[in-house]
């Protein structure tokens, strides 16, 4: 059974001046332990689908489960089961690093006792150990991209959902947080679902890339066989595929 399944799953807008189909059938299923990349321009719809599986926006139409809690019934227990990162972020400048991961741990039920001995792992995974005892207000926009990542993690979800995680991150933190990923599923057995623009992400993390425009899906397949059906050759770069005539 699929840790993640949506069908026909759908959001509109109401902007004032008639309907916006943000998401208007997204039908997907992730495998418990991959790593799936949803890629797509601009308003395709990627966070929009992300918004809709953590519960934070409802859908208007079709149906969902995550980590076997359906999302209109049991909206709490998908909350329970997943990690989200969001592209804006959401650092307190007024807390330390440690506060920060310890309050997020305790948000998820953790003990205080519990949540203090969590915030250890995700900082020294994300090069936070020195930081802290650091307020959040003085941190770059680097560490406070971690400390957003750190505090998805911290109540270790079986399914973590990445939106942009990388962006804003030096060329060696990025190369990091690849690692990060790959250890907490080949480690913790974790889900992870991500967006992202940057195609060599995708292609060195993912292990099946889901294509979505218009708000639906328009392929999907491993990076391999994408650069295969639409680029004619499993050596190509995904940027190949992705800007081929005709695709």
């Not at 294509?211 to 004619?232: F, H, M, Q």
């Amino acid at each position: 059974m699929p840790i993640i399944s949506t069908a026909g799953l759908a959001r509109t807008f109401d902007s004032g001046s008639g309907p916006v189909h943000a998401v208007r059938s997204v039908g997907l299923t992730v495998s418990a332990g991959e790593i799936v990349c949803l890629l797509g321009p601009n308003g395709a719809g990627k966070t929009t689908t992300l918004r809709m599986l953590t519960t934070l926006l409802a859908p208007t139409g079709g149906a969902a489960t995550v980590a076997g809690h359906d999302l209109a019934d049991d909206p709490a227990g998908v909350r329970a089961k997943c990690g989200y990162v969001a592209q804006s972020g959401g650092v307190d400048p007024h807390l330390t690093v440690r506060e920060e991961l310890v309050t997020q741990g305790r948000l998820y039920r953790l003990s205080r006792a519990e949540a203090g001995e969590r915030a250890a792992e995700p900082a020294r995974l994300l090069g936070l150990d020195d930081l802290l005892d650091r307020k959040a207000a003085p941190l770059s926009g680097g560490q406070r991209r971690r400390l957003d990542i750190a505090m998805g993690i911290v109540h270790r979800p079986p399914v973590l959902f990445l939106d942009e995680p990388t962006t804003g991150l030096d060329p060696g933190s990025r190369s990091d947080l690849w690692d990060l990923v790959r250890g907490l599923r080949d480690v913790h057995g974790t889900t992870v679902v991500l967006t992202t623009h940057y195609l060599d992400e995708a292609d060195a993390l993912a292990d099946r890339l889901i294509v979505i425009d218009r708000g639906v899906v328009v392929a999907e397949g491993t990076p391999a066989a994408l650069r295969t059906e639409y680029a004619g050759s499993p050596a190509a770069s995904l940027q190949d595929a992705f800007l081929c005539p005709g695709c």
